[in-house]
């Protein structure tokens, strides 16, 4: 296998195990606010908010995670 077959299996892996656990994060985190604004329905607004912002932070990280293996593809930064 060449050195650019192991790139596009390493930027495969990044951005598909990415995905799996972003989107398994934020299922996890809906379902939470779900089952707590159901018990509780005058803390709605504040967990919507609370909500967001982890959601947001949970697809910041895989972005992140898919730029680094742009870089790995495109830039080739361990390259002599």
């Known amino acids: ?10 930027c495969s892996l990044i951005v598909a195990l990415g995905a799996l656990g972003a989107s398994i994060g934020i299922a996890m985190v809906g379902s939470k606010y779900l089952e707590s604004s159901a018990r509780q329905p005058e803390l709605i607004g504040p967990l919507q908010t609370k909500l967001f912002l982890i959601a947001g932070l949970i697809d910041a990280a895989f972005l992140i995670g898919a730029a680094i293996a742009l870089l790995f593809a495109f830039a080739k930064p361990f390259q002599g």
Request: glycine share 10%; hydrophobic share 70%.
């Open 1 to 10: 296998m060449t050195y650019l077959g192991l790139i596009a299996i390493a």
